[in-house]
């Protein structure tokens, strides 16, 4: 299965890289674990762990608000987490930066802050039919409040978004357009920067779901002139708990606090509250001050290795993966878009996705399996479930390879 032609990965040094995620020696049922469930959640660096240890036993304080030292140094490592995330973004300035949970609190805060305010009666907003839950639900909460309207672009076959009934579904009621850069369900990569200078030709800002598309391919939000980015920081080999909402400072400004507390205020009387500045206006209470510090190192893995390194690697293991999953019998691939990203998404002759997972498990080998958070990409594709493995940085040929093996052992004994 190994004689598979793809780009020299020869620089990349995957069993060095393999050395500083803890948890990939674990053993499951006594196997080595083949983790191939990254487009769910990454596991993490070493470092990434010192500096959770590091802030806990030696400097733990609430950060903006005191005088003394650890406190100072927990005020300046959340802040250079901030400035790590700005440069990683290669967004303008750090008050574009706004800490939330996760992607979904994100996209949550735009809908609440800009929907609320700036969506009405009868506007419209656009996402895809490709879309995680995340970037659906919150919309349709706005609809159903505001009375606003939900349009879906529709993909073809192959999982690919139609460029041309996206461009007709906007009109001069379209206030906002959501869009996934890169599909957890399909893989598919989508023209952003080409869908935003159509929207942008008729005036309406875009908002890019970068949950997947963070932690696989540079990204350069002044570059792609989006108006607002989310992402998680546990998919890109940080904590949970931690996610970031990247904004146009032009929108951030004219949007109101969408939670009230401390941190986001400049001054409160019973009378009248002052709002304090960017980035603090969305960040009410104290925050998850070792989230944005690890999220941070993370950033510094990221960078040490390369962004550009690791692209290059996964789309290599894509390609190689695609040819060794394309020999199993009885594996559809479910999403087979050109441009396509670090997502093997399939069904194994009619076998319930459920039992695939739990004997790959046997085999110490974990996928996702299920709907995704994307069920009308299930329902698109007539589908009720599939079974999907996710690669990251670490991952090898040899546990794509084990990935194969295990399939076609299922299939003797299910198929
Ligand atoms: C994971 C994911 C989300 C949601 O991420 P959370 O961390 O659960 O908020 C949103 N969109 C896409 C494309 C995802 O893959």
Known sequence: MSDVQTAPTSSYDVASIREQFPLLKTLVHGKPLVYLDNANTTQKPQRVLDTLWEYYTTYNSNIHRASYQ??????????????????FLNAKGVEEIIF????????????????????????????????????????????????????????????ELLLDEYEKLITHRTKLVGIVHMSNALGTVNPVEEMIQTAHAHGVPVLVDGAQSAYHKVIDVQAM????????????????????????????????????GGDMIATVSFEKTVYNELPNKFEAGTPHIEGAIGLGAAIDFLNETGMDRIAAYEHGLMEYGKQV???????????????????????LHNIHALDLGTLLDTRGIAIRTGQH???????????????????????????????????????????
């Not at 606003?148 to 073809?156: C, E, F, S, T």
């Not at 546990?234 to 949007?255: F, N, Q």
């Open 100 to 159: 939330v949970r996760n992607a979904t609190e994100g996209i949550n805060l735009v809908a609440q802050s800009f929907g609320r305010t700036f969506i009405g009666e009868g506007d419209e907003i656009i996402v895809s039919a490709m879309e995680h839950h995340a970037n659906i639900v919150p919309w349709q909460m706005l609809c159903e409040e505001k009375g606003a309207i939900l349009k879906v672009i529709p993909i073809n076959d192959d999982g």
């Open 70 to 87: 650890i406190a100072e140094r927990s005020t300046h490592e959340f802040e250079m987490g901030r400035e790590k995330v700005r440069g």
């Open 225 to 260: 002139d989006c108006d607002f980015f989310v992402f998680s920081g546990h998919k890109l080999y940080g904590p949970t708990g931690i996610g970031v909402l990247y904004g146009k400072r032009k929108y951030l400004e004219a949007m109101p606090p969408w939670q009230g």
């Open 373 to 415: 958070c994307a069920h009308p990409v299930m329902q698109r594709f007539g589908v009720p479930a599939t079974g999907r493995a996710s690669l990251a940085c670490y991952n090898t040929r040899e546990e794509i390879d084990a990935l194969a093996r295990g399939l076609i052992r299922v299939s003797e004994i299910l198929g």
């Open 325 to 347: 999953l394309g020999n199993v019998p009885g594996l559809r691939m479910i999403g087979t878009a050109k441009e396509k990203a670090s997502v093997f998404s399939f069904t």
